[in-house]
């Protein structure tokens, strides 16, 4: 059988992007050689794949297994000796990348496929390219589609133009019925008026003068009919002498814009004539009553020329005299519509009869001025005919307004009616105002039976007490085809006392189903927002408890590999894997740290503490690290001698994970010099911490982001000094949630200074929370009288863990400890050994290190259900630690709820697990 030479491939391809296979057509593809490259490409050992470790057959996605297999047998079937295929293979990271497969068939005598040769290549990135760009044509497409609009394609220099359907469409042809197409094609379907402007701004956009080509202009359509279209474009592509060469643009249709601004100025043309001819006087003034514009009319009415009136007040105008009490111009003017009979004034002093009919004139929704229409209703002496002329200018003024503009007058006897009502009153209650006009039951007929009483009651209220009526409520009654169908309604009026004793509502009435539905889909994005911020918080957390639970091992077995190793050298290699691990942790807890800021779930806990006290512990701490480099680092109390012993309330944890950064960060990013911490107070109100360095110092076109989530100075930073671009971002958090402020200072090549003021809270409490830490409790059990008493008492330690990795871990942790170690895999296999071991003494579990997520039963449930067996049948408590992955403030006290002792997040250090089993093993065996 043919042989690959191995050395050569291996030369060739050791860091290449091919990766060699030789391969079995049997039963599961057994791979019989893999070039070593394999690793850099895949991910997989050489070994795993030749040792059948790992099978090649089912790394293949199992969408493309089906055809890539069919494939080759028919390949082999019909002996071809080469093919090519292009599937996605799962590497060792769980991701799939798309390969590109050459395979060449080595047969035997009998003609059957005895070997496979071949190698694939990392294509990936131009299978996902190539698919992003058939992706965004497609979105182009839909876009262009979707929106409606033309789109055009010219070649300026040759004419050659393209014409999407939708062109075509618009002006009632095909693309195929305007063949053959070109720039004249527009020409011939354009509005001859319109050519001339049109070049004038295509020339324009051409010498550079305009951004773009922009115009409105008239094609016709296949009808006879103009259409108007907005046409938009621009020169995407340029002659080397500089002509334009390629423009590309849209036309949209308009017509139904031209249409309205038509209807629009037909309809201001109509107001002007209205305004010249009407037999009425009319006068428009502004908000001190000065009269800005009249008809003749007035002017005749009352005596005047048109230039005497003009700028003068009204009130001169209508009564020389002074002989009214009420002119109504200010009532106006406070938004107020009037319509009143009453008597005003001519120029000769002679009195006039007037229907006074006005409001204001709202422009952008603010009142500018008002309005006045004196009718002369000397000659109108019937009431039936001065109600019609009422009735007929509420109907012109309503009949532009949504819903029904409304009258409803409710008698002393209970009786009600409508006594005016606009048309809109059958869109809103499905009856006609005469049908109501009289008797009104026949609106609360179709009012809600679950909204009667309310309404019925609201308005009784505001009968009572004078208020404005406003509610809302629903109605039902059947639809066009008869089918009962329930709306919204929203209804406000004011009441006025008739001298009778019955009381008039004026006011409208809407359709308010589309509100209900707004306030319905803001409900629902609520509930939206609140469960994406939930699933947010599950994924942090699942991913912490994913890493961390890897790092558990990493970080745990460096610890025990620096225990054992002798080597120096060694012994750096695996300093280099520990703190590099500490590092991914530190980068963890800072993205988890920001989510819990962002999702509202830290919250402020005020302490007393000794100010002093805690700044000298945290400077002993960091002279010591600014000592290693070379650096020195001071404190600066400005303080008076009254304040060396004052208690503050404050934060404590918040306030040193704030200062741990930034005097962190001063350290790192100072090669020579110093750090310097100064605290003091300002005018007693508020306190200041300031970090001073002598580092590399900040641009100042830098300083409003370096505070943003995930930024650094820039990128060689990160690469000189590492950083995830969280603390600063963590620490401005941080101190706004205390009530302060953060803010820096810095010249680049000279040092930095950052700010922060909290507000200065004196304690009249002495009880510091600070100097109360509680000490580590592993710390009492030290003693070799500990050591003596598990040895004699044979005591025995259940660890529960999923993940083998970690059971080693523990295990090699727990060699010190003179106990027996014995396991369980999963919750329910713990609870199982733990009841077993219960009725035997000799067997008796005296500690479970309890893992919290686990399949088959988790270790929440494990525990529960372990307490719940000891209450039952009557057992002492086993000491039970919760060992988790899960870094949040919630999981703790989820463990601890379910029956834990105690809480250890994972990374777990060899000297705190083994304190802390002392400390519950030797306070049991004490006892």
């Not at 089912?58 to 295929?85: C, T």
């Not at 700044?615 to 404190?635: C, D, M, P, T, W």
Request: charged content about 25%.
């Amino acid at each position: 059988m043919h042989q690959y030479n191995h050395t050569f491939t291996e030369t060739l391809f050791a860091n290449g992007p091919c990766v060699i296979f030789q391969w079995s057509p049997q039963v599961g593809w057994p791979v019989s050689y893999v070039s070593p490259n394999v690793y850099q490409v895949l991910g997989y050992q050489q070994q795993q794949l030749i040792l059948g470790e790992i099978s090649f057959f089912e790394l293949i996605h199992p969408d493309d297994i089906g055809r890539i297999e069919a494939e080759v047998q028919q390949h082999l079937d019909e002996g071809r000796s080469d093919f090519k295929q292009q599937y996605r293979l799962m590497r060792a990271d769980g991701q799939y990348i798309w390969v590109d497969d050459y395979t060449y068939v080595i047969y035997d005598s009998q003609q059957e496929g005895a070997m496979i040769n071949g190698y694939i290549v990392d294509v990936n990135d131009q299978v996902n390219a190539h698919r992003e760009n058939e992706n965004q044509k497609q979105r182009l497409a839909l876009v262009i589609d979707g929106t409606d609009i033309a789109f055009w394609d010219w070649n300026v220099q040759t004419g050659d133009t393209v014409f999407n359907e939708r062109w075509a469409q618009m002006i009632g042809y095909t693309v195929e019925d305007l063949q053959p197409i070109s720039i004249e094609t527009w020409i011939r379907y354009a509005h001859p008026d319109d050519l001339e402007q049109s070049n004038l701004l295509l020339n324009q956009h051409f010498a550079g003068e305009i951004p773009h080509y922009d115009y409105e202009c008239r094609l016709r359509h296949k009808d006879g009919h103009w259409i108007w279209v907005h046409d938009r474009g621009k020169v995407m592509s340029w002659t080397e002498d500089g002509k334009p060469l390629r423009m590309i643009g849209t036309h949209v249709d308009i017509t139904r814009r031209k249409l309205e601004e038509h209807s629009k100025h037909y309809q201001n043309q109509q107001f002007q004539a209205l305004f010249k001819y009407t037999s009425d006087g009319v006068v428009f003034f502004d908000l001190q009553g000065i009269i800005q514009k009249v008809n003749q009319q007035f002017c005749d009415m009352f005596g005047y020329q048109v230039q005497e009136v003009l700028g003068n007040q009204i009130n001169e105008i209508i009564d020389p005299e002074k002989k009214c009490n009420d002119y109504l111009w200010d009532a106006i003017i406070e938004g107020k519509r009037i319509k009143v009979e009453t008597s005003r004034y001519s120029r000769t002093g002679s009195m006039i009869d007037v229907l006074v009919k006005g409001g204001p004139v709202i422009i952008d929704e603010g009142i500018v001025g008002g309005y006045i229409v004196y009718a002369d209703i000397t000659r109108q002496k019937q009431q039936n005919r001065e109600l019609e002329a009422r009735d007929e200018l509420l109907r012109k003024l309503s009949e532009n307004v949504p819903g029904v503009i409304f009258q409803y007058q409710l008698n002393q006897d209970g009786s009600s009616c409508f006594p005016f009502a606009s048309e809109g009153m059958k869109d809103i209650y499905n009856v006609y105002p005469e049908e109501v006009k009289l008797d009104a039951t026949r609106v609360f007929e179709v009012i809600h039976p679950e909204d009667i009483e309310k309404i019925r009651d609201s308005i009784s209220r505001s009968s009572k007490t004078g208020d404005i009526w406003s509610d809302e409520y629903r109605v039902i009654f059947p639809d066009d085809n008869g089918n009962l169908k329930e709306s919204w309604r929203h209804g406000q009026s004011t009441p006025e006392y008739l001298p009778n004793g019955s009381v008039i509502w004026h006011g409208y009435i809407s359709n308010h189903d589309n509100q209900k539905e707004i306030e319905r889909k803001l409900i629902a994005a609520r509930k939206e927002a609140e469960e994406a911020n939930s699933a947010k918080s599950q994924f942090l957390s699942t991913m912490s408890h994913e890493i961390r639970t890897p790092m558990n091992a990493i970080i745990g077995m460096t610890e025990v590999l620096e225990e054992i190793v002798i080597g120096e050298e060694v012994k750096q290699y695996i300093k280099v894997i520990r703190r590099n691990g500490e590092f991914l942790l530190y980068t963890i807890n800072s993205v988890l740290d920001l989510a819990k800021i962002e999702s509202g779930a830290i919250h402020i806990h005020k302490l007393p503490v000794h100010m002093v006290a805690f700044i000298s512990e945290l400077s002993n701490i960091y002279q010591v690290l600014a000592h290693r480099k070379g650096l020195e680092f001071l404190v600066e109390l400005d303080y008076d001698n009254s304040g060396k012993d004052e208690y503050v309330l404050v934060d404590i944890d918040k306030l040193r994970q704030v200062l741990v950064n930034l005097i962190g960060n001063a350290i790192k990013f100072t090669e020579k010099g110093h750090v310097r911490l100064i605290i003091r107070k300002i005018n007693h109100q508020l306190l200041q911490f300031q970090v001073v360095d002598t580092g590399i110092g900040i641009p100042e076109h830098k300083l409003d982001i370096i505070f943003n989530d995930f930024v650094q100075v820039d990128s060689s930073t990160t690469r000189t000094y590492g950083g995830t671009g969280l603390g600063l971002s963590i620490s401005k958090k941080l101190v706004h949630l205390m009530g302060g402020s953060i803010w820096a200072e810095s010249q680049a090549g000279v040092g930095s200074t950052f700010f922060f003021n909290l507000p200065m809270e004196v304690s009249f409490s002495r009880v510091s929370n600070y100097e109360n830490v509680e000490k580590s409790s592993g710390a009492y059990y030290e003693s070799t009288e500990c050591n003596d008493t598990l040895s004699q008492n044979n005591k025995r330690i259940l660890i529960v863990d999923d993940v083998a990795d970690n059971r080693l871990l523990l295990q090699v942790f727990l060699k010190q400890v003179p106990c027996e170690i014995i396991f369980a895999v999963n919750g329910s296999d713990a609870l199982e050994q733990y009841k077993e071991a219960s009725k035997r003494s000799e067997q008796q579990i005296h500690l479970i290190l309890m893992d919290m997520q686990m399949p088959v039963m988790d270790g929440y449930t494990a525990t529960q259900k372990i307490r719940e067996w000891e209450r039952g049948n009557k057992l002492q408590e086993v000491p039970i630690i919760a060992l988790t992955a899960y870094a949040l403030k919630e999981e703790q006290h989820k463990s601890i709820r379910s029956g834990c002792n105690c809480h250890m997040s994972k990374p777990i250090k060899k000297v705190e697990l083994i304190a802390a089993i002392k400390r519950y093993l030797c306070e049991n065996t004490f006892e």
